[in-house]
């Protein structure tokens, strides 16, 4: 599921330019998204440090061209051989989402992670992006579009029910991954109750703290742009470590919600 | 509040709970063909169409019933002109009046058409949980489909029911020596479904608890839908069946199969996928053992499908 990037696009665009079979450069560019907000993040969160353009082997972040569903997209940022276990943080960007930076996530180093899993809402086209630092403070990005477009007329009511703060752990067959899972209504402050007519007040996960024993693996800080029901999943080049605990604070309220999972072999709970 | 629609305005297609979609449909000819398929069971198939698709605002069987009384429409169409057309429909067969617009559940290509009986004594009938859906729907459908309804498009026009019928619960209306029997189902296509039996003449109509040919699309309950599905394939009596999109052409009881056959599959797999701890993204990459040469729109409404089934299922 890899997907064109601005990087191949421009490339391809170039090639059949030279070829001369070419759509015009106008037409190239109204293929990328509207600019978004990256360009007023950058210098916020990054100043002028250098960020550089890795290849797929070190990073790669990947989602659906189209996404079936703009409420629930999977976006998936990978990590080769030579940035495994040396990523400290994490940003993954949507810029043109009301609330641009879906995660801000701190790994600890030396934890093989190849796999982070988000699953994001997605307002239209855009540019999806991921930024990581490295143990020696290098920034690399990669980035890919994504069109949200599809035929729905209803509010998907698929996700509704269970029990605020209710975390499930989906590990992995192999042990090397798990998937968290928190029902939340994640509301974004910008839905409208049907029989008020107000704005349903915001009401979301802020932050997810997962941790072995009194090792800190991974913190994010998130937002409004993860799905309803927050969802992360990560994957290591080894088994986890168990006991795993995950506590989850939302905003306004600071409802803290926590669980614990006894390992592949042991059940959740 | 004022300011709340203002703002909703700006609002993306998230926000909104939405998804997009902008053509505008041509217009409808003076009165929708119609074919009566027993006694008294008037019916209009919509077409094959995307929603994003020209002609998308009659993409859903709609119809009539007649007593002696009166008239029930069942479902309006996806537009004002879709809906205006099908009244021209029932004043072309019969002199009697509309006392019914019933709606089978929230979704665009069902309700828009609503506002061509707002000046009839017709009350609006519903699942018990269709006005919530349509107060969640309003800003996405004046946003989306503004096109499909009359200038100025207000979500005014897009009028909910004044009578309903409680989750689960059967309600009875009386045509006039006919009989209507509705049911409001718990969550399966939608939160909201309705279907409407006509007992003198055995019809059913199934909103879209049932698709034909078109690719069944999910926005309610998986396992809720399957359950739907097995309780109306087994109700005795059912002569004539009205699905929700595409045509029953063979035996009632055998043209539930295609539909149950495709959500079974992919309710397996997808719990076969969070057994071994699947991400989403490899579930949507699967090819489905459910066959999809035998469906229409499939490339844009499986995946869908998978992820709405995964939503659901990883909390089981």
Known sequence: ?269 | MSVARALLRSLPAWVLLACAGTATAADAPGALTVAEIAPGDFVHYGKPLPLEAPGHDDIANIGFIVGRRCVAVIDTGGSVRVGRALRRAVAAHTALPVCYVINTHVHVDHVLGNAAFADTPAHFVGHALLADALARSRPFFLATYAADLDAPASTAQIIGPDESVAVGSDRNLDLGERRLTLHAWPKAHTDCDLTVYDVSSGTLWTGDLLFVQRTPALDGSITGWLAAIEALAALPHVRHLVAGHGEVTGEPAAAFTPERVYLSTLLQSVRADLAQGKPLQDALKEPSEAGQSHWLLWDSTHPRNVTRAYQELEWE
């Not at chain 1, 269970?162 to 067959?173: D, H, N």
């Not at chain 1, 990560?234 to 795993?244: D, I, M, R, S």
């Open chain 1, 1 to 269: 599921m890899r997907e064109f990037s601005p990087r191949t696009a421009g490339a391809l665009g170039a090639l059949l330019y030279v070829l001369g079979a070419a759509p015009s450069p106008v037409v190239a560019d109204s293929q990328a998204p509207p600019g978004g907000a990256w360009q007023s993040l950058r210098p916020q969160l990054y100043g002028t440090r250098p960020i550089g353009e890795v290849g797929d082997e070190s990073m790669s972040v990947s989602g659906p061209a189209s996404t079936p569903d703009p409420s629930a997209t999977p976006i998936v940022v990978q990590f080769g051989k030579e940035l495994a276990g040396k990523v400290r943080q994490v940003r993954v960007i949507i810029d043109n989402n009301p609330s641009p930076i879906a995660t801000t996530m701190s790994l600890a180093t030396g934890l093989p992670v190849d796999e982070i899993d988000l699953r994001v809402r997605i307002d239209r086209f855009t540019s999806v992006r991921a930024i990581s630092e490295t143990d020696s403070g290098r920034l690399e990005m990669r980035s890919i579009w994504v069109n949200a477009s599809g035929g729905c007329s209803a509010p998907p009511a698929a996700t509704q029910g269970g029990a605020l703060g209710q975390i499930r752990f989906r590990p992995s067959t192999d042990g090397h991954a798990v998937q968290i899972s928190i029902r939340h209504p994640n509301n974004s402050g910008f839905q409208v109750d049907p029989v008020s007519g107000d704005f349903i007040p915001p009401h979301f996960i802020a932050h997810i703290k997962l941790s072995a024993g009194a090792r800190v693996l991974m913190e994010a800080d998130t937002g409004i742009s993860l799905s309803e029901n927050p969802t992360l999943r990560f994957a290591t080049g080894e088994p986890l470590p168990a006991p795993l605990i995950v506590e989850a604070t939302d905003l306004p309220t600071q409802s803290r919600f926590a669980a614990t999972w006894n390992g592949a072999g042991a059940a959740a709970h």
